[in-house]
């Protein structure tokens, strides 16, 4: 007589204490679990309501502005700085972190505030206006800390004896006296004196920061100008291929040190290559475009805002069509701002909401709104890519996250992995009609919701007319036209 015991090693089926999980050993075999994917299914469906129930993506106001918030720059190495610039020529510089303000100066510009943008050592920030003049500020940001993290930074000679005062209160929560010794500092520099300041014939609409060197570019009523730190007239100026219309939006490329991308006024797109005098191409739309963003993961490849209510990506290699076109607004899209991982970027529209795409989806993933939030002027992707700040009509700034149903702060590990399961789950299922449905589904203002359905039914009578007279002309003497092809009106090379 056979007799087979089961051996069992007390450390791996035993706890150490009463605190401790309780192990449980469980047969993998398929054919044991004859439930299984209906049993994930319920899974995917509970998970798909759970993230709509932890949706609350708002995260903080910021009051300050007396105006409209027309422009914003985040820096590009630093988590914290964020500058802002209004409709009555103010700007601020805020802290992220603390959420308030860490400078300002109320008589910036004697007229508004089109385009603020931070140098690469993130020592200094510039800022256009429609005054006709340019001006170069410096940028004397503390990060929030408390005191052994201020001391630290006072040994590296970061912080300046004569802007002490405006360092943020310590996290640690003995912050009142230095909450009284900032507003005091703040009340004695109201209006601080710009480091360096350029005046032109024309008003400017926008500005970029070379992403390397010490150049930046304006975009003008008449053309595009590349600027230096140390010249007082531009070093290189582009008009327009025709006629003299004036350039909205100017962006340097990230990887190309000498490639710029612009709007105008007369619905075109244009690239110019700093190396040589003349404008490289250029392509007409049907409508203007308001924006333009590099992706910066695939410098390539960039997304403009238009006021036909849609986005457009373009491969710079080839802008005959568009790679893709992203559809959801109901009002024109006058801001984006890119993500760092070059995977998703925010759009700020007329429509009083922000919407999320992913880089290869025409749907959005996501759409925030508030009921006070106006215009949508200005979007930005925080450095780590967590959180998205709009600027708006309203002269408020607001935080938003960039996962509306993602915790704040450390998670445990336990935590961590029950949310990468649900995920995971989600993704697998998404394309049944249950899970779909609820992940999804938006509840939407009713403005947007009645211009929504309109669009729906001039969309689809505009398809069921271009049909018809397909059907009923000639073969072949009127052809099927593409909706990104549609797009494009004519291309200049």
Request: net charge positive.
């Amino acid at each position: 007589m056979k007799i087979k015991a089961l051996s069992r090693s007390v450390e791996g089926n035993t706890r150490s204490n009463s605190g401790d999980i309780k192990k449980l050993s469980r047969n993998l075999d398929p054919k044991h679990k004859p439930l299984e994917r209906a049993r994930e299914y319920t899974r995917a469906v509970t998970s798909a309501k759970l993230e709509r129930m932890f949706a609350k993506p708002f995260v903080a106001a910021l009051e300050g502005h007396v105006d409209s918030v027309a422009c914003s720059a985040a820096s590009r190495g630093h988590l914290c700085p964020f500058v802002t610039g209004g409709v009555d020529g103010e700007i601020r510089v805020w802290d992220l972190a603390s959420r308030r303000t860490v400078w300002n100066n109320k008589t910036s510009h004697t007229g508004a505030v089109n385009g603020v943008c931070i140098s690469n050592d993130g020592k200094s920030f510039f800022s256009c206006s429609t005054d006709k003049t340019i001006k170069q500020w410096g940028l004397g940001v503390k990060m929030a800390g408390g005191r052994k993290e201020k001391r630290k930074r006072k040994e590296k000679g970061v912080l300046d004896s004569d802007s002490d005062g405006d360092s943020d209160s310590d996290s640690d929560g003995d912050s009142d006296s230095e909450v009284k010794k900032s507003s005091t500092s703040s009340d004695s520099s109201k209006n601080p004196a710009p480091l360096n300041s350029w005046l032109f014939s024309d008003t400017f609409k926008s500005m970029d920061h070379h992403w390397n060197e010490e150049q930046f570019a304006t975009a003008s009523d008449e053309a595009v100008q590349v600027w230096s730190h140390h010249r007082s007239n531009p070093i290189q100026t582009y008009e327009p291929f025709n006629g003299t219309d004036s350039c909205n939006v100017v962006r340097w490329n990230p990887s190309e040190r000498s490639l710029l991308a612009h709007t105008s006024s007369d619905r075109g797109i244009g690239l110019h290559d700093t190396r040589a005098s003349s404008s490289l191409r250029k392509t007409v739309l049907r409508m203007r475009s308001n924006c333009l963003e590099w992706n910066p993961m695939e410098p390539m490849n960039f997304v403009v805002g238009n006021e036909d209510h849609n986005c457009y990506s373009f491969d710079m290699r080839k802008l005959s069509q568009p790679t893709m076109v992203h559809k959801g607004h109901v009002g024109a899209v006058l801001s984006i701002g890119w993500s760092s991982t070059g995977r998703e970027f925010v759009t700020g529209s007329y429509d009083r909401t922000i919407r999320i795409f992913n880089y290869r989806s025409g749907t959005s993933r996501d759409s925030y709104y508030a009921k006070r939030m106006q215009r949508v002027f200005c979007v930005n992707y925080t450095a780590d890519a967590k959180f998205i700040v709009s600027g708006s009509d309203d002269t408020n700034l607001r935080i938003w996250k960039a996962r509306s149903n993602e915790k704040l702060g450390q998670q445990l590990v336990r935590e961590e992995r029950a949310t990468n399961y649900r995920n995971t789950l989600v993704k697998k299922f998404e394309h049944m009609p249950e899970v779909r449905n609820i992940v999804k589904s938006r509840n939407m203002p009713k403005f947007v919701k009645k211009q929504t359905a309109m669009a729906q039914i001039q969309h689809a009578s505009a398809k069921r007319k271009e049909g018809n007279i397909i059907k009923h002309s000639k073969k072949g003497s009127v052809a099927w036209k593409g909706e990104r092809a549609k797009a494009i009106v004519k291309e200049y090379e």
